[in-house]
Each structure stands twice: as C-alpha cells, then as structure tokens.
C-alpha cells in the first residue's frame, strides 16, 4: 500500500504485471474481488476444449447439495419442536411442585392454627393455664416454632473473590456454624440464613458444593440475620470466638465479612419444628 | 436444465429418506452448507457469464464443504470452534453477497 504501483486501485490480472507485494496478505480485497472461482474464467480462455461427459458428475453433486440442504432443514426442524416440548413439560412441572408446596405450605399454617386453638381450649382459663401460655408464647419464638420480627443485625458472608478453586477460600459450613453459634452466644433470639431459620434442631451441613441448612442448599453471598438487642448483638458478636473466626477468615482469606445493623428484620418460622409429643390433659 | 433437477432430486430424497447424521458430524452440516451455496452461486454465476466448466465446479463444491467442515473441527479441537464458524460464514457471507449481486446485474441488468 506504499508505492502507487501496488496501490488498491490496481486490477491483478490473472497473467503478466508484477505481483503486488502484499498479494498474499489482502483477505478482503481478494474475497471482493475473487468472489468466482478464478479457474473457471482459466479453463473457458482455454480453445475449443471438448465438451466433457462429465454431466453426470454435475448431477451427482448437485443431488448431494439438494440432500445437504433437505437433511439439515428436517434436522433443524426436528429438534426444535422436541427441546420446545421438554423445555415445557419441565417449566410446568416446576410450577406444578411451586403450587403444590404453597398449598402444603398453606395447610401447615393451618393446621398450627388449629394445634394452637386447641391448646388454648384444652388448657382453660384458670392461673396456670395463663402462665403456661405465657411460657409457650416467650419460648415459641426462642426454639423457632413461631415467626419472630424485630431489630437485629445482618452478617452478610461470601467466598473470597479469587478465581481458584481453593477450598480455603470458600465459605464452608464449618464456618457457618461458628457464626451462628456465635450469633446466638452474643444473645440473638432468633437466627436465619437466607431465609432458613434456624432451630435447635437445625443441621448445617456441606453437600457437595454447597452448603446446606435443613438439607436445603445455599446460594452465594450467604446472609445471616439475627433478631436481637441491636445495642449489644455486633459488639458482642466481634468479641466472641465467632467475630475473631471471621475477622480472621477476611482479614487472611479476603472473604467478605460485613454486619450492620437492621431496623426490622422478619423471620418465618423453621418449618422443621413440629409437635412431636402431646398428652391430653388432666391424665 | 440438469442442475435444477438434480437439486430437486437431491431435495426429494433428502426428505424422503430423511437419513440421520451421525452425531459427530452434526455441528459440521450447517457449515457445510453455506460452502455449498457459496459453490452453487459461484457456479451460478460463472454460468451466467459464460465461463460455467462442471469439472471446476465439482472440485470447488467438494472442497468447499471438505475445508468449510475442517475449519471447524480443527476449532473445535483447539477451542475457538464457534469463533471459527463465524469466520468462515463471515467470509463465504461477503461471496455469496458480491456473487448474488453480480448475477442481479446480469439478469436483470440494474
């Protein structure tokens, strides 16, 4: 592209002239230029050639061109009804398990309700009855029987952001454990991660990949919240074993350790805790 | 007249037969085809401007297909396998365009 003579405006002939320095480097120019086979205008500049029998071998690719386009046209077609079909069996499948839970979901409100009503009918209305309610009322909430709202503090914990796989630098469920344990010996009254509340009863455990709490898996970033005195939870969560855990845990490993305070927090109740013993009363 | 029936024929059969591709060629048809079309317009086009020879043809289609189909496996195998693709239909898409363009002149000279 320097000297005039090998200058853009240039036709390459097939024959004579001199090659052009970059001849073999201009894709583009080559592609918009040479768009037909250049063979085909070499052998018609060649005289009288006989015509050549070879009709048949035209023929044949041709066949096999029409067969390449019909065979990939059914492919295509084919699978696309088939992945559609999957795709909705499953997305109704889903949404089948989705209702099928809120209703399950719905009868265990239900049916707490009516364990509830029943207590309080069974129990009367006489001084004792009213101090074991009152016991059940201030206890329900600690064991994580009832839903439990109110100010407390959010730890918000993720893995640390290096790409290795090193299991060091992942949140693992044994340091979970540690911050909930933590949590609840700084005094929190009630505990959930993402969403799970945590019961006396409650496993956390690692599965795989993932960190489970009931046999439920966890998604990243892992959030911790804790209804608690929002005067006291985070200074007493830092001076516990649980705070200098973690601090180590971002300070060494870089993983995220963040806690702040919430004004209103609203945890739903575990809905593994179930009554498991019963008597009837005065027997 | 041989070439259109011939793709016809071709057509036919394909949906007759419906003959299924093994697997390991599949990601290789789509590909495979538009170094056909390439071929057919080019051939098209040399037809139209009278230097058409069946032998340049055949030997153009097949190898058309053969490298196109290559060019992809060879990606495939060194990971740059769909990069490849878009290559290849990048560069066959600008033939096929300036061809088509060149036979519109001819045929309807505009």
Do not use: C
Not at chain 1, 63 to 78: I, K
Not at chain 1, 91 to 102: G, H, K, L, N, P
Not at chain 2, 27 to 50: C, K, N, Q, S, W
Request: hydrophobic share 45%; proline share 5%; charged share 20%.
């Amino acid at each position: 592209m320097s000297s005039p003579a090998t200058s853009g405006a240039t036709v390459r002939t097939d024959k004579g002239g001199p090659r052009r320095v970059d001849a073999s480097m201009d894709l583009l120019n080559q592609i918009l230029r040479e768009p037909v086979d250049p063979d085909y205008a070499r052998l018609s500049r060649q005289p009288a050639r006989p015509r050549t029998r070879a009709g048949w071998r035209l023929a044949l690719v041709l066949v096999v061109a029409g067969a390449l386009f019909a065979v990939a046209a059914l492919q295509t077609n084919r699978a696309a009804p088939v992945q559609a079909t999957e795709r909705a069996e499953l997305v109704e499948r889903i949404q089948a398990a989705e209702t099928e839970q809120d209703t399950l979901r719905a009868q265990v409100d239900d049916l707490d309700g009516q364990i509830g009503a029943l207590r309080a009918v069974a129990l009367g209305d006489d001084g004792s009855s009213r101090a074991t309610e009152a016991q059940i009322d201030r206890l329900g909430p600690a064991v994580g029987q009832g839903p439990v709202t109110g100010p407390g503090v959010v730890v918000v914990v993720d893995d640390a952001p290096s790409t290795s796989s090193d299991a060091r630098d992942q949140v693992l469920d044994l340091d979970l454990q540690v911050l909930a344990n933590g949590l609840w010996q700084a005094g929190a009254e009630a505990v959930s991660i993402n969403g799970h509340r945590l019961s006396g009863l409650t496993a956390i455990r690692g599965a795989g990949d993932a960190i489970t709490v009931d046999y439920r898996s966890l998604t990243r970033p892992y959030r911790v919240e804790a209804v608690g005195d929002p005067r006291t939870l985070q200074a007493r969560l830092a001076d516990s074993p649980a705070g200098a855990w973690w601090n180590d845990l971002a300070s060494n490993r870089g993983m995220t350790y963040q806690t702040s305070d919430a004004g209103r927090l609203a945890l739903d109740s575990d809905p593994g805790i179930t009554l498991r013993y019963a008597r009837a009363v005065g027997r | 007249m041989i070439p259109l029936v011939g793709l016809a024929v071709g057509v036919v059969l394909g949906l007759l037969l419906e003959p299924t591709l093994p697997t390991v060629l599949q990601p290789y048809l789509p590909i495979a085809i538009v170094a056909a079309l390439d071929a057919l317009f080019g051939a098209f086009r040399a037809y139209l401007e009278g230097t058409f020879t069946d032998r340049v043809f055949v030997v153009s289609f097949v190898s058309n297909v053969l490298i196109a189909a290559l060019i992809v496996f060879v990606g495939d195998q060194i990971g740059v396998g769909s990069q490849l693709s878009t290559g290849v239909v990048v560069v066959l898409g600008i033939r096929i365009f300036t061809n088509v363009a060149a036979i519109r002149r001819i045929l309807f000279h505009a």
